[in-house]
């Protein structure tokens, strides 16, 4: 019986696996159960065993992925560090799961943000991108106390868009370009976050250091000097959806 139902599970995973890599290729729509026990090596009926239809393997993957990706979030937020991390560090590990995750599980878009799968699937992952959304704003806030609540809001939305972007050409991307890619993405996240940073006041990236004649002077990341006049945040329109 334990053996059976080893087997049974294997089966179930299998499936899955070749469910979500025939998702990322051709798209949800036109993925049919036929093709998702051809690509799992079995036959359509062997499939029904577990599965009546494609909307019960995606809600099983669906919800597969969700436990995976929160899972990787809660390692990567933890609390305690935030404010301490410089902010390249920051922005490297909160974003290492999430780019670890969608390698991994390229057809997780598809289940995640394509408009072509059941209303009520789409639904299911909202409280997913809620809490994401929710834990970077939390940052924002420890790292720049001085922007009002709307202002931390926006900066958060606008640094999980800039991730959302840069995640299919990283996810397409292998070897040396992919490494570049994400360089890249880090530099967008820091160059845009670290004058926030500055504006609010002294963190880790940005720490006052004693000169040589007893002065003091501002180290802040890429550029800045105890002269600079506070900065206010720029407004940034968002517009709904996800990206």
């Known amino acids: 019986m334990v053996r059976r139902q080893a087997r049974g599970q294997q089966r179930i995973t299998d499936i899955l696996d070749a469910a979500l890599a025939l998702f990322a290729e051709v798209g949800y729509a036109a993925a049919s159960t036929n093709a998702i026990a051809a690509r799992a090596g079995i036959s359509p009926g062997s499939l029904y065993q577990f599965f009546r239809n494609k909307e019960e393997i995606a809600q099983a993957l669906s919800e597969r992925l ?74 924002v806030a420890a790292r720049a106390p001085a922007l009002s609540a709307p202002e931390t809001e926006r900066v958060a939305t606008v640094a999980v868009r800039i991730v959302a972007a840069m995640m299919p050409p990283i996810v397409g991307a292998s070897g040396a370009e992919r490494d570049a890619l994400i360089a890249e993405l880090h530099r967008a996240l820091v160059g845009y976050l670290a004058p926030l ?39 940034v329109p968002v517009r709904g959806g996800r990206g």
């Open 66 to 139: 969700v436990t995976a990706l929160g899972e990787a979030h809660a390692a990567a937020f933890a609390e305690r560090d935030v404010v301490e991390l410089p902010l390249e560090e920051l922005v490297d590990r909160m974003t290492a799961p999430l780019i670890a995750f969608n390698v991994a599980n390229p057809g997780a878009k598809v289940l995640f943000g394509s408009g072509d799968v059941p209303t009520g699937l789409a639904e299911a992952t909202r409280p997913v991108f809620a809490a994401v959304a929710g834990r970077v704003t939390a940052v």
């Open 197 to 235: 940073e500055s504006a609010s006041g002294p963190t880790t990236s940005a720490r006052p250091t004693s000169s040589a004649n007893g002065s003091t002077a501002a180290s802040v990341s890429r550029g800045g000097s105890p002269a600079d006049p506070p900065r206010r945040v720029p407004a």
